[in-house]
């Protein structure tokens, strides 16, 4: 069992940037690879970034690459999702997950554990 708590969020103006954080405890972290995922109301979960087990390989959806830069330290048991540049579409509850997988999965069923999320809303 792993537990994750989410922080981070809030409230910030369209170009401005926010950054997540996602906390483990439990089980030893670095056994997991990371992903962060959102849900907007009315909308599916989707896939926002992940990061290996070691750090050395991260993945990033098409929407959010260049913008988002995800990270992790074993060492203290957190990954931090950096978002730069944000845009009223990113506009949602931010959720982090932790997944047993090899590779960093994509998709949210893939993944085993789930924090509570943290809300990011961008005005215009």
Known sequence: QVQ?????????QAGGSLRLSCAASGRTFSIYAMGW????P???REFVAAISRSGS???YADSVR???TLSRDNAKS???LQMNSLKPEDTAVFYCAAGNALIPPTTPGKYNYWGQGTQVTVSS
């Open 78 to 80: 957190t990954v931090d």
């Open 57 to 59: 390989s991260t993945f």
């Open 37 to 40: 995922f959102r849900q907007a």
């Open 42 to 44: 009315g909308k599916e």
């Open 66 to 68: 260049g913008r988002f």
């Open 4 to 12: 994750l708590v989410e922080s981070g969020g809030g409230l910030v």
